[in-house]
């Protein structure tokens, strides 16, 4: 897996609308353009995989929001919303 040309602030704007990609909330074109890019960006797959097992979780427990420790973790990893 390589990451040519990659765009850190794409990483930012695909980690935003994450969620909305699980759900299939996203219209084509931008589910498209998400896919294509977490196929090739490895911390956007790692980062996807991670929030998905933790909503899994959440629903399971009936929790709608995504709790703190995993944007906490998420920001680790170096997805940081408020500071791109
Ligand atoms: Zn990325």
Known sequence: MRE????????????KRLSEYMDGELDEITYEEMRIHIKECVKCKVCLETLKRTVDLCR???????PQKLSKRLKLMGYDPSNP
């Open 4 to 15: 040519k040309s990659h765009d850190h602030k794409r990483c930012i704007l695909i980690f």
């Open 60 to 66: 399971n427990m009936k929790m709608q929001r995504v």
